[in-house]
Each structure stands twice: as structure tokens, then as C-alpha cells.
T-cell receptor
Framework: EDKVVQSPLSLVVHEGDTVTLNCSYE??????LLWYKQEKKAPTFLFML????IEKKSGRLSSILDKKELFSILNITATQTGDSAVYLC???????????FGQGTRLTINP | DVKVTQSSRYLVKRTGEKVFLECVQD?????MFWYRQDPGLGLRLIYF???????EKGDIPEGYSVSREKKERFSLILESASTNQTSMYLC??????????FGQGTRLTVV
């Protein structure tokens, strides 16, 4: 069974802290890994990672994939209250064209 | 901009009713998905479709069916709604191997 596991499930930090969110996967036929941010409504796309070791960056957010150890991390530096959200990790399964999600990490940034 | 539109934001239905949730995308995407999202469980895949009239079961298809008669429209059907189907339902679409775009979600309450 294809599985995506995120940790921690919940995280509370102070504004200005740096956080690292984890996503590990165990799937039949890996194609790519995606990160999404979900506030009150629909998840919005952050990154797609297909190759190992290549960091993707957008402002204070960055992410990297390790295909040997089957995990990815999402880093957020100098956190702000607007970063409070649920962060979702998903894996695209090659062939089956399926998209499998983890449970999400609920991140709360306190002022 | 890609637009994925779900027909209702909020629905309240009675136990035993047949319920239709509609999803329309305007970007000619091949793949469409229905998920339900419950606290602590993340997004769980109910059904997906990779072409017109094609459908595949996800992880939790029991009690649901789907219909894809046109490429842009993917419907989720609850044959006989039950209280344990109270949830947030999210529709998504994507090109093969690319990031998925989500609708705003339908919060369904079955009483």
C-alpha cells in the first residue's frame, strides 16, 4: 500500500523561529513529491520535487528531496504569523497517476 | 489561472439521501480526484479518473461512486448518505505528472 507520513503532526513556535517539517514515503513507483499549504480553504501549491538533492526555494521557504532515504523536508526561516497553516505533502505515483497525501502538519506561529 | 469549481460550499443532507457533489475544471486536465479531509487523517483519496468514463478506486471508495461523462466534470455520488460521511470534500485536477489544483471544498453534514 502506498504510504506518505508527515511529522510532526502539530508544531507551535514563536515568530522568527525556523521550522523543519518532514515527509517520508513508501510507494510502489515514485514520480514526484509535492508540498502544499492549506489555510482555511483549498490547498495551494508550494513545490514539486522530482530529483534528489536539488533544493527548491521560494522566499523564506525551501525544500529538498532525498530519493535514497525516501523523504523530503520543508524549511521555513524567520517564520511569521501568516505562515500558520496546515502543510501537506503528497506523492505522485508513476503509472497509476495517483496522488497520495500525508496527514499534514499543523503549524502555529505565535507572535 | 486554473480554476476548479465545486458546486456547493456547504451542504446539509439527511441520512439515506442520495447526494451529488459536482466538480468542474477549466484547464483541460486529464486527471481528476475526489478526497475527503478529516481532522488528524489528512486527505484520503476516494476515487480518481484519468480520462473520460475512466475511474479508479482510491483508498476509501466504500459508500461512494463517481461519474465522468465529460473531461471537465467529475461528480461524486453518495448513494445513501450516512452520518460517518460528514466531512470536507475536496476535488482536484492536474495534467499527468504535474501539480494538482484544488477546488474550494464542500463541507457536507449528514444529519
Amino acid at each position: 500500500e502506498d504510504k506518505v507520513v508527515q511529522s510532526p503532526l502539530s508544531l507551535v513556535v514563536h515568530e522568527g523561529d525556523t521550522v523543519t517539517l518532514n515527509c517520508s514515503y513508501e510507494v510502489t513507483n515514485f514520480r514526484s513529491l509535492l508540498w502544499y499549504k492549506q489555510e482555511k480553504k483549498a490547498p495551494t501549491f508550494l513545490f514539486m520535487l522530482t530529483s534528489s538533492g536539488i533544493e527548491k526555494k521560494s522566499g523564506r521557504l525551501s525544500s529538498i528531496l532525498d530519493k535514497k532515504e525516501l523523504f523530503s523536508i520543508l524549511n521555513i526561516t524567520a517564520t511569521q504569523t501568516g505562515d500558520s497553516a496546515v502543510y501537506l505533502c503528497a506523492v505522485i505515483i508513476q503509472g497509476a497517476q495517483k496522488l497520495v497525501f500525508g496527514q499534514g502538519t499543523r503549524l502555529t506561529i505565535n507572535p | 489561472d486554473v480554476k476548479v469549481t465545486q458546486s456547493s460550499r456547504y451542504l446539509v443532507k439527511r441520512t439515506g439521501e442520495k447526494v451529488f457533489l459536482e466538480c468542474v475544471q477549466d484547464m483541460d486536465h486529464e486527471n481528476m480526484f475526489w478526497y475527503r479531509q478529516d481532522p488528524g487523517l489528512g486527505l484520503r483519496l476516494i476515487y480518481f479518473s484519468y480520462d473520460v468514463k475512466m475511474k479508479e478506486k482510491g483508498d476509501i471508495p466504500e459508500g461512494y461512486s463517481v461519474s465522468r461523462e465529460k473531461k471537465e466534470r467529475f461528480s461524486l455520488i453518495l448513494e445513501s448518505a450516512s452520518t460517518n460521511q460528514t466531512s470536507m470534500y475536496l476535488c482536484a485536477s492536474c495534467r499527468v505528472g504535474s501539480e494538482a489544483f484544488f477546488g474550494q471544498g464542500t463541507r457536507l453534514t449528514v444529519v
